[in-house]
């Protein structure tokens, strides 16, 4: 498994942990990361995820819910919408590129999903991207 992609699993379970257990304390988070990721660039990459994404999640959560017709995020599985939320979180306020978020994204919800989880991230990723590449930057 590519280093980076290490991080980003531990990053969604840490979102999924979050999400069963919103009042779960930051420095849990960071110190169960911390416990998994003894590479220093690896623990910042993923704590740069779970903070980033908690920090923006209403902002990306309102693209998602755009991009995703006909489906809250209320109804997505729980995996799926992290999933979704780090790619879109690398997508739009990273310098990663947005193949490499999407495909990634896709991995994490094949891995953790139902079988068609991956056809429903790339979706919606997807329809990310198409919006994010048609928005115009000043």
Known sequence: MARRSKAREIALQMLFQ???NPDADARILKNMIGEQLEDEEL???CWELVSGVLEHQDALDEQISDAAENWS???MATTD???IRI??????????PAPVAIDEAIE??????TKES?????GIMDRLRKTRDETPTE
């Open 18 to 20: 979050r999400d069963f």
């Open 43 to 45: 623990f910042l990459f």
């Open 73 to 75: 995020l209320d109804r």
């Open 81 to 83: 919408r992290n999933a």
């Open 87 to 96: 790619g879109a979180y690398e997508m739009l306020f990273l310098d990663t």
């Open 108 to 113: 994490l919800s094949r891995k953790y999903g």
């Open 118 to 122: 991956a056809q429903f991230v790339n």
